[in-house]
């Protein structure tokens, strides 16, 4: 028999169909209009957002695409704050959505206008509205979903990129900022580097992917970034030439047309290794010290050239006979235009080796009778002292330096300059000036057998030195020789630049160079060398004003540089040797101020750094001498006027004081009248510091007027008191001794 449903039963099944139907046809269209809900600006960083906490769920691996229309999704999008874009997931998941962007992870916030969740199915609608203040750029992210209180299960999501383009017509969307870097931590958007160091790419916002760049005008595929870094290797650069190379880059895509803008050009200039000159050095050569150079980065090496000269204290007469041996420099030259490692053999193995610039020490390695290490790019001046003899001693005041002077590459000029009057051997110096009213003269390689050269009443004149170039002054047999190698007079705007040398005749009783009643001269880099004699200065320069000498190096029998009656000298970067002082200020006729000695090496068996002693008649003041080293001196610092002028504002500021000699004082400070003076007012109101003075005295400073000397140390092996007569003002002021007993000798605040 058939059986038959119940009336009831029918009815309930139709409402409970019903029902299913309405459930299924709101859910869809719920999920229909969800695209066009409002969601949240793509920003960083993204405002703080505290969620409630969820259970965890199984580990997921997710997938985010972007897209225009909600239609159709891809791994980046293209698109403008007036049309917005979506971004979904392969995750059904509801919630706040955590982003990583520049590798910092944020939660976007702002619930939806109407539902209190971000992402509703795992879509997200990004409006119009919530870009307003987002952008123009490239925006790489990934995704997940935000789950507090466990550990989040969801991995990061591959990356994608939302291109988010201005809305006027024709403008610039701004593309990657590109960042460089040698190390690793410093970026600019301009290196120097080579093939074997490499270098390090940043892009910000930081992408992962590949990369396109333009160089010289051709675009290729590149390297693959990771989160914004790559590091380019020595692989990477293989066969790549020498030069500058100026990119520019974007993310890479196989589209036909890459919608991604360029962004900015950074410049890798690729050198092999740093480019040396090494000088003739024209002069008896160092058999007992030999050395290398090559790039600090590997390449081929050179021998270096070492130059020997022994000073002898002449005293007053050119009688040698007798003649102490104060110092004996061995001297290397060279010009480059990077870090260059050098090696210096000796004659046998030191137990110790010190090399110094004017404001520091450099770090050497020992290796058997081998003293390695590095020197930065860049002009400078060093010298080293070792525990090894280079030769049999024939006075016990006899001392040893090695020396490097050092040029920038771009002031060696190798080759003359455009428009440059070149002159050969042969050619005469003095004529060719007298006859130029302005303009360059440029001495190539060689030796000029010339001296008496005369530049007066000349503007805008420039003499340039090969450094093969020797001004050499000949040779008179005259007790009363006295010329000039160059005098610069009544004129402005003189420029003596390049690395050569003038050299002064033995005997000479004038000056290597002179200067006087001239405004705006410039000297850089050249030699000025006079053989031992104490009769005239090597450079003097008198009643004149706004001087310059940059990295000029001096040795001689006489004062080294004497600036006199005048005003806005500026001496740097100089290498001062000399038998009598280094630097001397004075005032025959005119005030002497605004001077100032910094970044040099002074070596003076008399004063290194000095005001006085003949004559000081007029004013001085507003004087500096600061940071620097003066090494074998038998005085230091000093202040010894001869005269009626006032000395005052005057400071000695950051200088270390090594090797004293104890000629006939070894003082490292020493103010006092000279003995010949008997004006009583010399230091009236003066005002004189000594900061920063790290010394290691061997007998008592000389301090007969009242100074100031502050934050300094001395450091002394000697069983001395450190000063006496009138007590400086000690302000931070420490003293050491090294296992002997001793005493400051005044009180210290």
Not at 731 to 741: D, E, H, L, R, Y
Request: charged share 20%; with cysteine.
């Amino acid at each position: 028999m058939k059986k038959t449903s119940s009336p009831s039963k029918g009815i309930l099944k139709n409402i409970i169909l019903t029902g299913i139907v309405a459930a299924l046809s709101f859910t869809l269209l719920l999920i229909a209009i969800l695209p066009f809900i409002d969601g949240e600006d793509f920003q960083n960083p993204f405002p703080t957002f505290q969620p409630v906490s969820q259970k965890s769920s199984a580990a997921t691996t997710v997938v985010a695409q972007v897209s225009s229309n909600g239609i159709n999704y891809y791994n980046s999008v293209s698109t403008t704050k007036n049309v917005g874009y979506y971004m979904k997931m392969n995750v059904n998941y509801s919630g706040p959505v955590e982003v990583l962007f520049n590798n910092n992870a944020s939660v976007w916030n702002n619930p939806y206008t109407k539902l209190p969740y971000k992402a509703v199915n795992g879509v997200i609608r990004v409006t119009p509205t919530s870009l307003t203040s987002a952008g123009p750029g490239i925006f790489p992210s990934k995704f997940r979903p935000y789950i507090t209180g466990v550990t989040n299960p969801y991995s990061w999501s591959n990356q994608i990129i939302v291109l988010l383009q201005n809305e006027v017509n024709g403008a610039l969307t701004p593309g990657f900022k590109t960042e460089v870097s040698v190390d690793g931590t410093n970026y600019t958007s301009s290196i120097i580097t080579t093939n074997e160091k490499g270098y390090y790419l940043r892009v910000i916002p930081a992408y992962t992917g590949p990369i396109e760049a333009q160089l010289d005008g051709k675009t290729v595929k590149w390297l693959n970034l990771t989160n914004g870094v790559r590091r380019v290797t020595a692989t990477d650069l293989a066969g790549a030439k020498d030069g500058k190379y100026l990119a520019k880059f974007r993310p890479y895509t196989s589209a036909t047309t890459n919608p991604y803008p360029w962004g900015n050009v950074t410049t890798v200039e690729l050198k092999e290794g740093s480019n040396f000159f090494i000088y003739e050095n024209k002069g008896m050569q160092d058999p007992q010290v030999k050395g290398r150079i090559s790039s600090a980065s590997g390449g081929a090496s050179s021998d270096l050239v070492f130059r020997q000269i022994t000073s002898k204290d002449f005293g007053y007469t050119s009688d040698t006979q007798g003649a102490r041996e104060l110092y004996r420099t061995s001297i290397a030259r060279f010009a480059t235009d990077g870090e260059v490692k050098l090696s210096v053999t000796l004659p046998s193995t030191p137990q110790w080796a010190e090399l110094r610039s004017a404001t520091g020490v450099i770090t050497t390695s020992i290796d058997k009778n081998i003293v390695n290490f590095k020197l930065p790019a860049g002009s400078g001046v060093y010298y080293m002292k070792t525990s090894v003899d280079l030769l049999p001693s024939t006075s016990e005041e006899s001392h040893d330096t090695i020396v490097f002077w050092v040029d920038d590459m771009d002031e060696a000029y190798l080759t003359p300059p455009s428009g440059s009057k070149v002159l050969t051997p042969g050619q005469s110096i003095k004529n060719t000036i007298k006859a130029m009213s302005s303009g360059t003269i440029y001495l190539s390689a060689g030796t000029y057998d010339e001296d008496d050269i005369l530049i007066e009443g000349k503007n805008n004149l420039t003499l340039i030195l090969h450094p093969n170039a020797v001004i050499l002054q000949p040779f008179v047999e005259n007790k009363d020789f006295r010329k000039n190698i160059l005098r610069i007079a009544n004129s402005s705007n003189i420029k003596l630049k390049g690395p050569g040398e003038l050299r002064g005749a033995k005997g000479n009783g004038k000056r290597v160079i002179e200067i006087d009643k001239s405004n705006y001269i410039e000297l850089d880099n050249f030699f000025l060398y006079k053989i031992h004699h104490r009769e005239g200065y090597i450079t003097s320069v008198t009643n004149s004003n706004n001087i310059v000498a940059n990295n000029v190096k001096i040795i001689g029998g006489n004062d080294g540089f004497d600036p006199d009656g005048s005003t806005y000298v500026t001496l740097t970067g100089m290498y001062i040797e000399t038998q009598d002082d280094g630097v001397a200020i004075k005032t025959i006729s005119n005030e002497s101020h605004h001077i100032t000695f910094q970044n040099g090496i002074v070596r003076s068996a008399a004063s290194a750094l000095k005001i006085g002693e003949a004559y000081i008649n007029k004013g001085v003041y507003g004087i500096k001498f600061i940071n620097s080293t003066v090494f074998d001196s038998d005085r230091a610092l000093a202040i010894i006027p001869r005269g009626t002028g006032l000395v005052g504002d005057v400071l000695f500021s950051n200088i270390r004081v090594r090797n004293m000699i104890d000629d006939t004082e070894g003082v490292v400070i020493r103010v006092e009248k000279s003995e010949k003076n008997t004006w009583p007012g010399i230091f009236e109101g003066s005002n004189i510091v000594f900061e920063k003075i790290d010394a290691y005295p061997i007998k008592q400073s000389t301090t007969k007027h009242k100074i100031t000397i502050k934050d300094s140390t001395f450091t002394s092996n000697t069983s001395i008191k450190l000063f006496g007569d009138v007590c400086p003002n000690l302000i931070n002021f420490k003293a050491n001794w090294t296992g002997v007993p001793g005493s400051i000798g005044c009180p210290v605040q």
